[in-house]
Nanobody
Framework: QVQLEESGGGLVQPGGSLRLSCGLSGRTRGVYGVAWFRQAPGKAREFVAAIKWDDGRTRYADSVYGRAVISRDAAKGTLGLTMVSLSPEDTATYYC?????????????????WGQGTQVTVSS
């Protein structure tokens, strides 16, 4: 089993930036891909970005491409997400998730472990 814990959410002004972190613990040797998803109020959960755990390859959703950077430190078991030029449309609960076999999938069913989420609100 893998445990994930997100941190770093909060209130951000439009045009600002955020840095989210996710700590992985437990049986992390079985992790193949890790991703960030987000869910805005009243909307479905959507894929944000993914990183391949062993070699760091990345994939981004069109909605954040060029504004987001996903990173990981496999030795420390940490995942990060940095986003800039935030708008109210980025307001959501952000989740990290791990997959034992998929990299870059936007299908939530490919991920078997999820964190509890961290709230990000973009507002003036």
């Amino acid at each position: 089993q893998v445990q994930l814990e997100e941190s770093g959410g909060g209130l951000v002004q439009p045009g600002g930036s955020l840095r989210l972190s996710c700590g992985l613990s437990g049986r992390t040797r079985g992790v193949y891909g890790v991703a960030w998803f987000r869910q805005a109020p009243g909307k479905a959960r959507e894929f944000v970005a993914a990183i391949k755990w062993d070699d760091g390859r990345t994939r981004y959703a069109d909605s954040v491409y060029g504004r987001a950077v996903i990173s990981r430190d496999a030795a420390k078991g940490t995942l990060g997400l940095t986003m800039v030029s935030l708008s109210p449309e980025d307001t959501a609960t952000y989740y990290c998730a791990t997959s034992p076999s998929a990299f870059g999938s936007s299908n939530q069913d490919a991920y078997n472990y999820w964190g509890q989420g961290t709230q990000v609100t973009v507002s003036s």
